[in-house]
């Protein structure tokens, strides 16, 4: 293998690690305040949000499909659900409505 290869991966290895190492770190033994510790919360809905809405308004065959994923992924976020079990709520309720329709 290619010397330059090797060191691009362990350099892309190195700046993946870095940001995931660095708060662990720094801010071990800190406590947070509860704002912050809000903020952060909140964070993987932000993101499954942005990954999520964009999609439910570009599907080509059936846009209800979209629709009704999104739906369901809200209510079961909204009742307070961690994000594995609001992804496999939306992913449960589609394929229901794919058996369906």
């Given at each position: 293998?290619?010397?330059?290869?090797?060191?691009?991966?362990?350099?892309?290895?190195?700046?993946?690690?870095?940001?995931?190492?660095?708060?662990?770190?720094?801010?071990?033994?800190?406590?947070?305040?509860?704002?912050?510790q809000?903020?952060?919360?909140?964070?993987?809905?932000?993101?499954?949000?942005?990954?999520?809405?964009?999609?439910?308004?570009?599907?080509?065959?059936d846009?209800?499909?979209?629709?009704?994923?999104?739906?369901?992924?809200?209510?079961?976020?909204?009742?307070?659900?961690?994000?594995?079990?609001?992804?496999?709520?939306?992913?449960?309720?589609?394929?229901?409505y794919?058996?369906?329709?």
């Amino acid at each position: 293998m290619n010397s330059t290869i090797v060191w691009m991966i362990i350099g892309m290895g190195v700046v993946t690690y870095l940001p995931r190492l660095l708060p662990f770190v720094l801010l071990g033994g800190v406590e947070l305040p509860s704002f912050w510790q809000g903020v952060l919360k909140n964070v993987p809905y932000a993101v499954l949000g942005a990954l999520i809405i964009p999609d439910v308004f570009f599907i080509q065959d059936d846009f209800w499909f979209g629709v009704i994923g999104f739906a369901a992924a809200v209510i079961t976020a909204w009742l307070g659900a961690n994000v594995m079990i609001v992804v496999l709520a939306a992913v449960a309720v589609l394929s229901l409505y794919s058996l369906v329709v």
